[in-house]
């Protein structure tokens, strides 16, 4: 395995470590809570990669096509979190 790789591992390890600490403090949200902090975070999560994109990619290239999709994605299921934080407050 290459350095590149091993550090790829490395963030990727640090990445899931983060998201199994944040679940644990969210378990006691009410439900239309942790929904709405979770379409933010999606939502902020599509805007930190659109920055990204912008400083990093080459307009029109493969990488570029790639997040901007990805960036779609995030969105679009931040707003269908959103929704369902929605019907819950009701």
Same mark, same amino acid.
């Given at each position: 395995? %290459? =350095?590149p790789?091993?550090?790829?591992?490395? +963030?990727?390890?640090?990445?899931?470590?983060?998201?199994?600490?944040?679940?644990e403090g969210?378990? /006691?949200?009410? =439900? /239309? #809570?942790?929904? !709405?902090? %979770? #379409? /933010?975070a999606?939502?902020?999560?599509?805007?930190?990669? !659109?920055?990204?994109v912008?400083? +990093? =990619?080459?307009?029109?290239?493969?990488?570029d096509?790639?997040?901007?999709?990805? *960036?779609?994605?995030?969105? !679009? *299921?931040a707003?269908?979190?959103?929704?369902?934080a929605?019907i819950?407050r009701?």
């Amino acid at each position: 395995m %290459s =350095a590149p790789e091993q550090v790829g591992d490395l +963030y990727e390890q640090l990445a899931h470590h983060n998201v199994r600490e944040m679940a644990e403090g969210l378990m /006691d949200k009410p =439900a /239309d #809570a942790l929904l !709405a902090q %979770s #379409a /933010d975070a999606l939502e902020e999560a599509a805007a930190a990669l !659109a920055c990204a994109v912008a400083v +990093y =990619a080459k307009p029109g290239g493969e990488t570029d096509e790639r997040w901007q999709q990805q *960036i779609a994605q995030l969105t !679009a *299921i931040a707003a269908a979190v959103e929704q369902l934080a929605d019907i819950g407050r009701r």
